[in-house]
């Protein structure tokens, strides 16, 4: 690159001055005053842009969120009640076990207390080989 500008070039003194060497009289300043503006607009354009994205991303976010938590409650909601029920038909089945046993001791008494004693010996045996 040349040190020495030639015409239509310009040399910059400082970095945030720039100054015009040899400037037709309404070319460049007309030409630096469009661009000026038109960097003014794209910078508000800009930030207008960028704060209707944030804004929609909010709207986004706050949406999904509602989603999700109301879909995560339905869910909850669902095993709740599968679990309720689920508690509810084993505490029948072992209401009428129990009145199985029962009636069965009434009737054969000798055989449930044979029954009690084989299944201890067993729990027994079954013990002594896990030492």
Known sequence: M?????SGQISRSTPDQVEPEHVAPDGLSAEMSNL???VASLKDTFARLASQVGGEVAKTARGMRQTVASQVGSATSGV???????????????KTFASELESMARRNPLGTIAGALLVGVIIGMMSRGRR
């Open 2 to 6: 040349n040190s020495n500008p030639t």
């Open 36 to 38: 000026r503006r038109d």
């Open 80 to 94: 709740t009640d599968a679990g309720s029920e689920l508690a509810s038909a084993a505490k029948e089945h072992a």
